[in-house]
């Protein structure tokens, strides 16, 4: 569960970015945050990983107010959200399996169970046999995948894909959109930050729609698909 | 471990030259820690030899020397005087020569070397330097002591030997101190400084690393591990240049100061050397690392 309540965020300059924003996201519901560039989407996401700090108002991810959270609770609050960023941030020096296995080091993996889980990531992301290569080797498509597949690899409840179709031709767009309903279908909370609006005419999943730090917009999908996301996600902590 | 060596192999000229520094600071203090050793050993030779000789007049008679040697012991600071007679004195002689002959047959301006050309002695050793003065006191007022031409008692202490030992001893050990203090905060501050900019040459990985919910310990890990290497590899080539610097100066050494320190010098010796130096090496480089990523990595988000 996610919950931002009345928040606000403005930067040093003066620019108001979030201004009394308040919404909540069920566990397994796929989300879609749209608006222009600079309406406070990265903003929301990097507030759910406290990268930032609200200046008024709450916010309560997985239980744990980030307001009041401790400074050696942060990395275990980071651990619980899988971040796909928009600049990717793929370790350029590292091979997109060691990218991986560096996600699956941090959420404290066996080591010797890694090798396997780096294979299944990587297949269920499209990118099997690419394992050995760099990040410079991959086209636009793939190192959005790669981006995902490391914030995927060790299976945090919610995920955080910031623009994963920018910049992207409109196929590869829709299939990294495929990619991440399956990962949500998996249970996965999935949070969508996009400026492609073709994006919500697909009409899947909850839309939040901002325009100058403002919801403008929140439309909620049924419960009835909320509820049966529950069902799977209980059947995925079962499985683990 | 692997990004530790990745990140020596990406920068080997910042590699070596903390093996380097490294290497030299352990050289130095390698080296400091046997002279060190090695004169204390000379300094406490020198202390536990007979450290003051009376000679004594020929015709003196057992009681005389029994009344001395019983005063002597019950003066304070004495450790132990014994009486070394004139066959005693030679001897001690034909030891000191060993067995050449030309030595032995020396003809002196009293002869050839025998026993009644020798003066019988009172040996002394003292508990402390400070304490000759007050030996030589009592050896002053005793009839039995020869008398040099000049009108004095022929009493030997190397008063001037000890101090002037001892002076050099702790002169070479503030000195050494010194120098080794200095070269470990060279050492410290290099590690310090590459470390640094290892880690800030991968800013972008560390707070990607951040974001993604590292730990501190698991961003600082492959700099410590690097550092580490540095120090042990430093370490393992000071201890090598200590070893070497002894091995081809036994030669030198051993007829100087063999009677006092046996050589070659020990393999527990060497042994015991590389396990200090090691153990310094990385403690040196463990905290100099852990300073420089610690602060780093708490400074970024």
């Given at each position: 569960?996610?919950?931002?309540?009345?928040?606000?965020?403005?930067?040093?300059?003066?620019?108001?970015?979030?201004?009394?924003?308040?919404?909540?996201?069920?566990?397994?519901?796929?989300?879609?945050?749209?608006?222009?560039?600079?309406?406070?989407?990265?903003?929301?996401?990097?507030?759910?990983?406290?990268?930032?700090?609200?200046?008024?108002?709450?916010?309560?991810?997985?239980?744990?107010?980030?307001?009041?959270?401790?400074?050696?609770?942060?990395?275990?609050?980071?651990?619980?959200?899988?971040?796909?960023?928009?600049?990717?941030?793929v370790?350029?020096?590292?091979?997109?399996?060691?990218n991986i296995?560096v996600a699956?080091?941090?959420?404290?993996?066996?080591?010797?169970?890694?090798?396997?889980?780096?294979?299944?990531?990587?297949?269920?992301?499209?990118?099997?046999?690419?394992?050995?290569?760099?990040?410079?080797?991959?086209?636009?498509?793939?190192?959005?995948?790669a981006s995902i597949a490391r914030a995927i690899a060790?299976?945090?409840?919610?995920?955080?894909?910031?623009?994963?179709?920018?910049?992207?031709?409109?196929?590869?767009?829709?299939?990294?959109?495929?990619?991440?309903?399956?990962?949500?279908?998996?249970?996965?909370?999935?949070?969508?930050?996009?400026?492609?609006?073709?994006?919500?005419?697909?009409?899947?999943?909850?839309?939040?729609?901002?325009?100058?730090?403002?919801?403008?917009?929140?439309?909620?999908?049924?419960?009835?698909?909320?509820?049966?996301?529950?069902?799977?996600?209980?059947?995925?902590?079962?499985?683990? | 471990?692997?990004?530790?060596?990745?990140?020596?192999?990406?920068?080997?000229?910042?590699?070596?030259?903390?093996?380097?520094?490294?290497?030299?600071?352990?050289?130095?203090?390698?080296?400091?820690?046997?002279?060190?050793?090695?004169?204390?050993?000379?300094?406490?030779?020198?202390?536990?030899?007979?450290?003051?000789?009376?000679?004594?007049?020929?015709?003196?008679?057992?009681?005389?020397?029994?009344?001395?040697?019983?005063?002597?012991?019950?003066?304070?600071?004495?450790?132990?005087?014994?009486?070394?007679?004139?066959?005693?004195?030679?001897?001690?002689?034909?030891?000191?020569?060993?067995?050449?002959?030309?030595?032995?047959?020396?003809?002196?301006?009293?002869?050839?070397?025998?026993?009644?050309?020798?003066?019988?002695?009172?040996?002394?050793?003292?508990?402390?330097?400070?304490?000759?003065?007050?030996?030589?006191?009592?050896?002053?007022?005793?009839?039995?002591?020869?008398?040099?031409?000049?009108?004095?008692?022929?009493?030997?202490?190397?008063?001037?030997?000890?101090?002037?030992?001892?002076?050099?001893?702790?002169?070479?050990?503030?000195?050494?101190?010194?120098?080794?203090?200095?070269?470990?905060?060279?050492?410290?501050?290099?590690?310090?400084?590459?470390?640094?900019?290892?880690?800030?040459?991968?800013?972008?990985?560390?707070?990607?690393?951040?974001?993604?919910?590292?730990?501190?310990?698991?961003?600082?890990?492959?700099?410590?591990?690097?550092?580490?290497?540095?120090?042990?590899?430093?370490?393992?080539?000071?201890?090598?240049?200590?070893?070497?610097?002894?091995?081809?100066?036994?030669?030198?050494?051993?007829?100087?100061?063999?009677?006092?320190?046996?050589?070659?010098?020990?393999?527990?010796?060497?042994?015991?050397?590389?396990?200090?130096?090691?153990?310094?090496?990385?403690?040196?480089?463990?905290?100099?690392?852990?300073?420089?990523?610690?602060?780093?990595?708490?400074?970024?988000?």
């Amino acid at each position: 569960m996610i919950d931002f309540i009345h928040v606000s965020k403005s930067f040093p300059n003066g620019d108001v970015v979030l201004d009394d924003i308040d919404f909540s996201i069920s566990p397994g519901e796929f989300v879609i945050i749209t608006g222009k560039s600079g309406a406070g989407k990265t903003t929301i996401g990097r507030l759910l990983i406290h990268d930032l700090v609200p200046d008024k108002g709450k916010i309560v991810v997985e239980g744990m107010d980030l307001g009041k959270i401790k400074s050696q609770n942060i990395p275990v609050l980071r651990r619980k959200i899988g971040f796909a960023f928009q600049d990717f941030r793929v370790i350029p020096d590292k091979t997109v399996g060691e990218n991986i296995v560096v996600a699956l080091e941090i959420a404290g993996y066996d080591s010797k169970k890694i090798p396997e889980k780096v294979k299944h990531t990587l297949n269920m992301v499209g990118l099997s046999g690419k394992e050995k290569l760099f990040p410079g080797q991959l086209s636009g498509g793939e190192l959005q995948r790669a981006s995902i597949a490391r914030a995927i690899a060790a299976e945090p409840p919610i995920l955080f894909a910031d623009e994963p179709t920018g910049n992207l031709d409109k196929e590869t767009s829709l299939e990294i959109f495929k990619l991440l309903q399956k990962i949500n279908s998996d249970g996965t909370t999935v949070i969508i930050a996009t400026h492609d609006v073709t994006l919500i005419s697909l009409n899947i999943g909850s839309h939040i729609h901002l325009e100058k730090g403002k919801i403008v917009k929140i439309e909620k999908r049924s419960e009835e698909k909320s509820e049966e996301k529950e069902d799977k996600e209980e059947k995925k902590e079962a499985n683990k | 471990m692997n990004t530790a060596l990745k990140n020596i192999r990406r920068s080997p000229y910042q590699a070596l030259s903390a093996i380097f520094i490294v290497s030299l600071t352990m050289f130095i203090v390698g080296v400091f820690a046997l002279v060190t050793f090695a004169s204390q050993e000379i300094l406490n030779n020198f202390e536990t030899k007979p450290q003051i000789i009376a000679y004594l007049k020929d015709g003196h008679t057992t009681e005389q020397v029994g009344g001395l040697l019983s005063s002597l012991n019950s003066t304070e600071g004495v450790k132990n005087a014994i009486y070394i007679s004139k066959d005693d004195a030679l001897e001690l002689y034909k030891k000191s020569v060993g067995n050449d002959p030309v030595l032995l047959g020396t003809v002196t301006d009293w002869g050839i070397v025998t026993a009644d050309i020798l003066p019988a002695s009172i040996e002394i050793t003292a508990q402390n330097p400070e304490s000759f003065k007050n030996i030589a006191a009592t050896l002053e007022k005793s009839d039995i002591i020869s008398v040099t031409p000049q009108g004095k008692k022929e009493i030997d202490y190397p008063q001037d030997v000890i101090s002037e030992l001892t002076k050099w001893t702790n002169a070479i050990r503030i000195g050494g101190l010194v120098l080794v203090i200095a070269l470990t905060l060279v050492a410290i501050l290099t590690i310090m400084t590459i470390i640094s900019m290892k880690i800030s040459s991968r800013r972008f990985e560390i707070s990607t690393f951040k974001l993604m919910g590292a730990k501190n310990f698991y961003i600082i890990k492959p700099y410590l591990q690097e550092s580490v290497i540095y120090g042990l590899g430093g370490a393992f080539i000071g201890w090598l240049g200590c070893f070497v610097t002894i091995l081809y100066s036994t030669p030198f050494l051993a007829p100087r100061i063999g009677s006092i320190i046996s050589f070659p010098v020990s393999l527990l010796t060497f042994a015991t050397l590389f396990g200090a130096l090691m153990i310094f090496g990385l403690i040196i480089s463990f905290i100099s690392s852990l300073f420089a990523a610690t602060r780093f990595v708490n400074r970024s988000k």
